[in-house]
């Protein structure tokens, strides 16, 4: 029994607390359209905590300068697109870009000046919302930039195969079934190929996503079709856990996380592996600022608050190790889900924001404590 506890804790706690929510909101919280509010307004945990997970899979390594820089994004495409009126593909590319550059700046002072990840992130995370604030203030009186193109707000937000709210949109309910379908198949397959047997609790696992698919399916069939920010979410983990799981690179990076020294001894160049994980990371805010900015049709001042504390308390409660190693991308997925659950759950029992954040802070405090006594033995 405690073998199964300490392999599917997280699984657990994720259940505790969704029994939890569905009991103090009289199951309010399981009708459709909060469903897909989940995915909605938090989909920007989904993604950040993907490049979290990674840039936290090498050991005393973490980004705080995510939500800063998703603002620093945001104001950015504002400019570009409203007050430069560059098109949609250049615009995007020109993000991507300058994504790309906050990482590898960040990541080569960490790795090639032995600065710590913390300082530098935090100069990152001051400097970032300071220049997209500056940016908005610059070209707009109102705190916001507006006149963001058609076409970017298309490919960032809104929904694919459409319906009215309230008729049954088959077209999503069979395009998750299928997306379901094919994730059990390569499930099946991998397990196969590492030469494992499937247990009752792969099963029982294995069932358990496939009767939650069909009832995200189901949600997103009766309020107007699938979220195109889910889209992206399932994008980026999918890619992500095949390149993990699947590439000699994803593997090395994971091998070398807990030991920077021993794998620098057998040849593998870890700085360079320590400045990926941060291109990677700041990618992953680079899309989570397109899909804030399409969101909300324009650039905000507010863009970004909190989202580094909110990824990094999914990462916490999906039980991501800060000691670098292995991680689990399902897990630190299901961590995001957790956080998703408590701030809708929180917003439906109609809790004061202050109280909001104390009740968070000991759900999560409480998670974390039972996920690290069931894996005590592991830590010692």
Request: hydrophobic fraction near 55%.
């Amino acid at each position: 029994m405690k073998k199964y506890l300490r392999l599917y804790s997280t699984e657990i706690v994720f259940i505790l607390i969704s029994l939890s929510f569905i009991l103090l909101t009289s199951a309010e919280i399981l009708r459709p359209m909060n469903i897909t509010a989940i995915f909605l307004q938090n989909s920007y945990i989904f993604i950040l905590v993907v490049g979290m997970a990674i840039c936290m899979s090498v050991k005393d390594n973490i980004d705080i300068s995510i939500g800063s820089f998703v603002c620093f994004i945001c104001a950015m495409g504002g400019v570009f697109m409203s007050i430069m009126k560059i098109n949609t593909l250049l615009s995007i590319i020109l993000l991507l870009i300058l994504g790309i550059m906050w990482g590898c700046l960040a990541g080569y002072i960490i790795a090639y000046f032995n600065i710590p990840a913390w300082v530098t992130t935090l100069g990152g995370y001051l400097a970032f919302r300071g220049l997209g604030v500056a940016l908005i203030r610059q070209f707009s009186n109102t705190g916001s930039i507006v006149g963001i193109n058609d076409s970017f707000l298309k490919l960032f937000s809104g929904k694919i195969f459409p319906s009215k709210i309230g008729s049954f949109g088959y077209a999503s309910l069979i395009f998750c079934l299928v997306l379901a379908s094919l994730g059990i198949i390569y499930k099946i397959l991998s397990i196969r190929k590492e030469g494992s047997r499937i247990t009752s609790s792969m099963v029982i696992g294995i069932a358990a996503a496939y009767l939650l698919s069909i009832w995200i399916g189901i949600c997103f069939a009766l309020t107007g079709g699938v979220p195109v920010s889910f889209i992206w979410m399932l994008i980026i983990v999918c890619t992500t856990a095949v390149w993990i799981d699947k590439t000699s690179e994803g593997r090395r990076l994971l091998m070398l996380g807990a030991n920077l020294e021993n794998a620098r001894i057998a040849g593998v160049d870890t700085k360079r592996a320590v400045l990926m994980t941060y291109v990677f990371m700041s990618l992953c805010a680079t899309v989570t600022g397109c899909i804030v900015l399409a969101r909300f049709h324009a650039s905000s001042s507010y863009a970004g608050v909190n989202f580094e504390m909110d990824t990094i308390a999914a990462c916490a409660v999906g039980g991501v190790s800060l000691h670098g190693g292995k991680q689990k991308i399902f897990k630190a997925v299901l961590g995001a889900a957790m956080i998703g659950v408590i701030n809708l759950g929180l917003s439906l029992l109609g809790v004061d924001m202050n109280w909001q954040w104390i009740i968070k802070g000991i759900t999560i405090l409480i998670a974390v404590t039972f996920d690290r006594y069931l894996k005590k033995d592991r830590f010692e």
